[in-house]
């Protein structure tokens, strides 16, 4: 009797092909499974990006309901030289005439000259007082600082205590040839930015006649006039005309004199320069231009998702899923309708956004341009706010839309955790099939052992019976 041999199998039989192959037919449902565990997979990557990309249209929709995107203004100077500025959301648009009749100064005053690094020679005391001065008289608006000096101290020494008192005054040295000279300046300016130094020698008198040691480094008026050092710069406000209208201000930052409005003043003028607050078309048009870009990369993506090709026979991941379908047609009806009363703008196409077959939004510039000219017909149109989703704004109608399908609730959201609890009891599926299958597997090695087993004996019987005949057949 002739047999087959397999390494290992004692019957002959190919028990590890027979084994794997019924193994194999009970994989099929994992297999079936991977295959749909990929497809949710897909899906539910599909529905993330959608949800980002929601989220970016929703920033967009909000952005157009910020006031800043309406309330916006541009300053504008016809002598930059002169006057420069800013303004606030809350300043009108206007135009107005800056006549600058004088800066805004420090008081300054410098001393006669010293030998260079030479002591002052005498000791004493300085008391510093800033305030204003009516012509010969001071009137003080700070405390008195008083800085002592040494007999042996230079211009340096003295301009070093100065700056270290916190007496509102800055003091510098300036060398020319062989001479130091002192020079003293005050730390603000306006009329009440002024100083007054009073000197006084080492037993406290003081000392006015203004001629040498401590007492040429005062600054102050006496009998028959200023004594000390000379003044080089009146402490002034600035003063100006709006319109010629004069205004008056201690620094050359003039805040609010036109509400909303702060003017820099650069330089005087001897004619108007002309000021300009307009609405910031340019930051209205390019919010404008983000949402149009933020809706449109939605709309591609639920195209590309919910398309079937015919040329190549393949579908987008999305494609006949109801939820995607019935986004993409949401976000276009509502692209598509009439926006709210109390506006010059019917439809979305009317402010330059144009929906085009494909859902898309294109913008006609010619269009656009103009509307930007009616700003507050622009914000009725996408941010009133009437209390009903059929009579609001479009951009906050679309800005609820969102927020609601993107939120805890929504229908995105709700997708999402259809797909994962999906991709949940299919991971669970897998598992349990493929527990059975390797129960299954160890049964039928177990199973075709035994047969193995079997007919291996039987073939082991079937040659001794063969033999035995044939000894009988040669004894016959």
Known sequence: MATISTPGVG???DVRTIVSQLVALERQPITQLQTKASSLQTKLSAYGRLKSEMATLQDAATA??????WNSKTFTSNNTSAVTGSVTEGALATSFSVRVNN??????????PLATNAAIGSEGRLDLQTGKWDGTTFNSSGSVVSVNILDTDTLSDIAGKINSSGAGVTAVVVRSGAEDRLLLRGNGTGDNAGFRIQSFDGSGTAITDGTTGVGSLAFDHGPTGFYGMARTQTAMDANIEIDGIAVSSATNTVADAVPGVTLNLLAETTSNAQVSITANEAETKARLEAFQKAYNTLNASLADMTRYNPANKSAGPLQGDSTAVGLQSVLRSMLG????????????SDVGMELQRDGSLNI?????????????????FFDTDSGSATTDGLAKRLRDFVRTAVGIDGTIENRNKALKSAIDRNTTEQGRISDRVTR???????QFSRLDANMAALSSLGSFVSSQVAVWNKSS
């Open 11 to 13: 019957s002959g039989l």
């Open 64 to 69: 157009l309901m910020n006031p800043s995107t």
């Open 103 to 112: 800066l805004a100064q420090a008081q300054s005053a410098r001393s006669g």
């Open 337 to 348: 309708a009439n926006g709210p009363a109390g506006t010059s703008f019917n439809r979305l």
């Open 364 to 380: 006609n510039s010619a269009k656009l341009t103009a509307s930007l000219a009616k700003p507050a017909d622009l914000r009725t």
């Open 440 to 446: 299954s597997e160890t049964r039928l090695y177990a």
